[in-house]
């Protein structure tokens, strides 16, 4: 069960991030950054004032936009945080972590940098003043687990932190945070898998905004983040129709990858593992509901989705899917960029085709690296994204009679023999 | 000895269980990934199976009556059993990460329920690996104590953030605590005690009780006389480093 190559664990997935304002659209495959800007009709040039060759060196774990647009992160398993002016696409900031990076975040005011480490550390980056290299401060602690994903709250008040242990931790930021953020406001409790990403919905009835939350459990589900209080579950895997074959399909196999708010919010686009697609639903603010509004679906191509992006105000989704390397394939960092456009309550969504797409050829040239390739390892790329996925979030069961024969063959105790 | 029909593991004469048939490793891993069920919120933990005399039907009884102290760590249930009789009013439980040990004090509570009918009924212990899964168990400001009596005192700079009382981890203590709540720490080790000391005194949400507030509290003295290890130390003619501090509210925000 464990025998299986370690290279599978570490693969990590294609990301695609989307400026608040679509002047710009990054993609992060792999160790490689790639940045189109739409208002040039180009793709950006990134630079960075240091001496090394690559911006980073290992796989990319986390991209994001920030501070109104005026900010892009971008960290992972090279232990660096870069942060990246959008006017520029400079690298203004280099933050060093003394582990792995899986999550990231900017606070609203751009005043401040938050990453969260493999080890459950969450640290603060000051970036007022602005210097090249900047020390971490620990700003809180999910003990031993892994963090999937970081956000602010829409009204600065909060940072929210989820875990692979089902739990999201919604946290006061105090007026000094390099200090550390210790007065906890509330957990949202309620998933029964790891927690694979956030997203907060807003409207006119709250303009503190209502949380979103994916998992592993195949459920998306809306809180109150000043109680924690559960205000909805979706079920989405099932409304979508993927577990009506025998009731349970396969064990974890619909985990929700991904969720984005599209035209503020009024829509939330989801990314299920196996779906080929995604699922729409909408969230309503007064009635503090989920309900699925539709699915989605890519034909044409097998396209499974491993990261969504979009800037608030349009009605387009952007879609991302492919993997750093993959084992037996020619093409490392293999990435593949669809559209969803007018995503409306009223309209039927439609899949750009390539030649429609904002950017273009040149975009898809860009973001994508290489030209074309064949169906095949695309499938096979969302698959090996999907046992990465679980290996990496789910606590590995082994029968009684197995762990005995673990522990005889502890790796402490071979030393000592 | 010939009676076989006796369960040999609970002593004849008090009819106890017998801590020989409980020995465990005094060391556990808390960043292994164990497998034992954990309550996915607090409303999930299951108060019938706990105090099944209070709370005879599933859930519905008393629904406002809440666990108000933890013992964490609980070791083989000293502790406990004393704050039972002195506290009959509250839930408590005890919280402990061998499963051995959990056994012992699970069977050791069941025992007094027997001979003393009435009584223990408020008292539990859960098997669980605290350090993770404390906000499964308490809600905001549910605890009016916290236990964690002669922890493992981890020596190696490498494993300190094993230790159960760390800067990050009285976080959740203090989410969990009501204000006014108090934490109770004692060791045996001079290093641990001066490391927790120092960890809730730098501390924002928590405050030194005064020598006054510590001679006119119960519980106090029970930290070394009522447990397993406070009486080993105590015959040892040891010392022992207590730390008791009260959850405030921090100074910088309103809570």
């Given amino acids: 069960m464990d025998s299986e190559p370690k290279k599978d664990v570490e693969v990590a997935p294609a990301l695609i991030a989307v400026h608040p304002d679509q002047c710009s659209v990054a993609v992060a495959v792999g160790q490689h950054l ?10 950006a040039s990134l630079t960075d004032d240091s001496d090394a060759v690559a911006f980073h060196t290992d796989n990319i774990r986390a991209i994001c936009f920030g501070a109104k647009g005026k900010l892009f992160v971008s960290a992972g ?3 660096t945080v870069k942060v990246w002016s959008t006017q520029s696409w400079r690298c203004i900031t280099t933050v060093s972590s003394e582990k792995r990076v899986s999550a990231v975040a900017i606070s609203n005011d751009g005043n401040f940098v938050c990453f969260a480490d ?17 020390k971490p401060s620990p700003l809180l602690s999910h003990y031993c687990s892994i963090i999937t994903s970081l956000e602010f709250s829409p009204d600065g008040r909060f940072i929210l932190s989820a875990d692979r ?30 927690v694979s990403c956030l997203a ?9 905004g209502l949380l979103l939350s994916g998992s592993g459990d195949s459920t998306v589900r809306l809180w109150n983040v000043d109680s924690g209080a559960l205000f909805d579950t979706c ?6 129709g993927l577990l009506e074959d025998n009731g349970k399909a396969e064990e974890h196999g619909h985990a929700v990858t991904d969720i984005c708010t599209v035209l503020d919010g009024l829509l939330v686009a989801v990314a299920i593992q196996s779906l080929q697609g995604i699922i729409l639903l909408s969230c309503n603010v007064s009635e503090k509901t989920l309900s699925v509004t539709k699915v989605v679906s890519v034909v044409g191509e097998a396209f499974v989705p491993t990261c969504l992006g979009s800037s608030p105000s349009t009605g387009k989704l952007w879609m991302v899917t492919g993997v750093s390397s993959l084992p037996g394939c020619s093409y490392p960092a293999l990435a593949r960029v669809r559209v969803i456009s007018d995503i409306d309550i009223e309209q039927e969504p439609v899949v750009l085709g390539d030649d429609n797409i904002p950017g273009g050829e040149k975009l898809l040239e860009t973001l994508q690296g290489t030209a074309s390739v064949d169906d095949n390892a695309f499938l096979a790329a969302a698959e090996a994204v999907k046992t990465a996925m679980c290996h990496l979030l789910i606590k590995k069961q082994y029968p009684s009679e197995n762990r005995e024969s673990r522990k005889k063959c502890r790796n402490d105790r071979k030393l000592k023999g | 000895m010939s009676e076989t029909e006796v369960n040999p593991t609970i002593s004849k004469s008090t009819g106890l269980p017998r801590k020989r048939f409980y020995r465990a490793r005094a060391h556990s891993n808390p960043l292994s990934d164990s497998h034992f069920p954990v309550p996915i919120s607090p409303s999930h933990v299951d108060y019938s199976f706990h105090y099944p005399q209070l709370f005879p039907s599933s859930g519905q009884a008393d629904s406002s009556k809440r666990i108000q102290f933890a013992d964490v760590g609980c070791g083989f249930g000293g502790l406990l059993i004393s704050l039972s009789t002195l506290f009959p009013e509250t839930l408590m439980i005890g919280m402990e990460l061998r499963d051995k040990v959990t056994e012992y004090v699970k069977e050791r509570i ?11 009924q408020n008292v539990s212990v859960v098997r669980t690996n605290s350090m993770k899964y404390i906000p499964n168990y308490f809600g905001k400001g549910q605890l009016s ?6 922890p493992d005192p981890h020596f190696k700079e490498k494993n300190h953030r094993r230790r159960v009382i760390s800067p990050f981890l009285l976080d959740e203590y203090a989410y969990v605590l009501e204000v006014g709540g108090i934490i109770y720490t004692i060791t045996d080790v001079e290093e641990l005690g001066d490391w927790m000391k120092s960890c809730l005194e730098n501390h924002p949400m928590f405050e030194a009780l005064t020598r006054k507030e510590l001679v006119a509290d119960p519980v106090v003295e029970l930290l070394s006389s009522a447990t397993e290890e406070g009486q080993k130390v105590a015959r040892n003619g040891g010392q022992t480093f207590q730390a008791v501090f009260r959850r405030i509210v921090p100074s910088d925000q309103p809570s």
Wanted: charged share 25%; net charge negative; with cysteine.
């Fill in chain 1, 77 to 79: 398993d090279d232990k």
């Fill in chain 2, 145 to 150: 104590k916290m236990f964690f009596l002669f």
């Fill in chain 1, 200 to 208: 907060f919905v807003q409207g006119q009835e709250c303009p503190e």
């Fill in chain 1, 118 to 134: 493999k080890f459950g550390l969450v640290w603060i980056v000051d970036l007022d003043p602005p210097s090249r290299d900047k």
């Fill in chain 1, 235 to 240: 079920e989405v895997a099932l409304k979508a």
């Fill in chain 2, 110 to 120: 069941s025992s007094l329920r027997v001979a003393n009918p009435g009584q223990y």
């Fill in chain 1, 165 to 194: 242990d089902f739990k999201i931790r919604v946290t006061n930021l105090p007026n000094k945070p390099l200090n550390g953020a210790h007065q906890i406001q509330s957990f949202c409790l309620g998933h029964s898998e790891f």
């Fill in chain 1, 34 to 43: 790639r940045v189109f800007d739409l208002a040039a009709g180009d793709a």
